[in-house]
């Protein structure tokens, strides 16, 4: 009888102690077995970058709003010879321009060879940033205020008008053949629609001027200003600080959302 009541406390002993373990934790790597091949399951999207605060965005328009105005984008606007390419339009696809300054300097000879016309206060303003749909694409917006004067040295200013232009880039991740993540330029052109051109100062009797010339410089602005400001950008691009790079990079690769705050 003592052995059998040994015997059954030792059950009980091996029982309770059985129900305690069933309650705790198994060690890692036991428990019901993995498929044939496969770990543990990581997080999703386990190494990428986030920017949960919208701070990547916003140093990414800095770097490059800071690298345009560093690379001289607005001496390069200044320096656009307006006046050359208006008068050499006979014969090119501004061929219209020929005509108006044959008209005009027929009708007021003194502005003969003595017409001034140039791009005068270029201004850099606050660049714009969205995310393409499928979240592979940077949409950059570069908008660019300045002045157009026309003067002669006898007359002096006879119109200034204030001139408004966006200049839109795509920015494209792409990874070379050693794996390194870098943004490249895709398309860069001037925004339809967005060319502003006002009068802010003018005699009325010019009106018919302001008009011929308002059409030549639709015609020709964008694309002067498009070709000083997107190998500009495309310049940029590859100068940028490479740890924000390869951030921004990688979440476009994935089609990740990058936060930009409006």
């Not at 919208?54 to 328009?61: E, P």
């Not at 300054?101 to 969205?130: C, H, M, R, Y």
């Amino acid at each position: 009888m003592l052995l059998v009541g040994s015997l059954v406390v030792l059950c009980g002993l091996l029982a309770q102690s059985s129900a305690q373990l069933a309650g705790l934790p198994l060690p890692l790597g036991q428990g019901l077995p993995l498929p044939q091949g496969q770990g543990l399951p990581l997080p999703l999207n386990q190494g990428l970058p986030s920017d949960p605060t919208g701070h990547l965005a916003g140093s990414f328009t800095d770097a490059l709003s800071g690298g345009l105005l560093s690379g001289g984008l607005l001496g390069n606007l200044e320096n656009i010879p307006l006046l050359d390419i208006v008068k050499s339009g006979g014969g090119t696809s501004y061929g219209l321009v020929g005509g108006l300054l044959g008209k005009l300097t027929s009708s007021i000879p003194f502005l003969n060879n003595i017409l001034d016309l140039k791009i005068t206060d270029p201004q850099l303003l606050e660049l714009g940033l969205v995310q393409s749909p499928d979240g592979h694409r940077l949409y950059v917006t570069i908008p660019l205020g300045f002045m157009v004067k026309v003067k002669t040295p006898l007359v002096g200013s006879l119109l200034e008008l204030a001139v408004k232009l966006n200049i839109t880039s795509e920015v494209l991740a792409v990874k070379n053949n050693q794996g390194r993540v870098h943004l490249v330029l895709g398309d860069c052109t001037h925004s339809p629609g967005s060319l502003q051109i006002i009068l802010l100062d003018g005699s009325t009797p010019l009106q018919s001027f302001l008009d011929s010339l308002t059409v030549i410089l639709t015609k020709v602005l964008p694309d002067l200003v498009q070709g000083k400001v997107c190998p500009l950008v495309n310049a940029v691009l590859s100068h940028l600080d490479v740890t924000m790079v390869h951030d921004i990079a990688e979440l476009l690769i994935h089609g990740l959302k990058i936060v930009i705050k409006v």
